[in-house]
Nanobody, 127 residues
Framework: QVQLVESGGGLVQAGDSLRLSCAAS???????MGWFRQAPGKERELVAA????????YYSDSMKGRFTISRDNGKNTVYLQMNRLKPEDTAVYYC?????????????????????WGQGTQVTVSS
């Protein structure tokens, strides 16, 4: 069983930076961790994913360049650094963990690959 708690969201201005944290309890080794976001009226979409062991990262094409995913295995925490934020980045950001085992990069986009989800943290970017 894995529990995920996100933090770090808030109200910022366009151009600002924000770092989200996802603190995990339970076994996260042999999993991948992902950050998703869901804007009002839109489907949930993957931002980035990272394998806990090895640290291989994967980014959705539209998220490359401004977003960086990282992890601190000692703290069992995954981070999402967001730079040069835009109003269209406004969304609820969710942390998720896959089931145990190997997942290819093509699996990271699928929400069904993720067995555990956090409650989400709101990020609002004003223009």
């Amino acid at each position: 069983q894995v529990q995920l708690v996100e933090s770090g969201g808030g109200l910022v201005q366009a151009g600002d930076s924000l770092r989200l944290s996802c603190a995990a309890s339970g076994r996260t080794s042999s999993r991948a961790m992902g950050w998703f976001r869901q804007a009002p009226g839109k489907e949930r979409e993957l931002v980035a994913a990272i394998r806990v062991i090895g640290g291989m990262t994967y980014y959705s094409d539209s998220m490359k360049g401004r977003f960086t995913i990282s992890r601190d295995n000692g703290k069992n925490t995954v981070y999402l650094q967001m730079n040069r934020l835009k109003p269209e980045d406004t969304a609820v950001y969710y942390c998720a963990a896959t089931g145990l085992g190997y997942y290819s990069s093509s699996d990271y986009n699928r929400q069904s690959s993720y067995a555990y989800w956090g409650q989400g943290t709101q990020v609002t970017v004003s223009s």
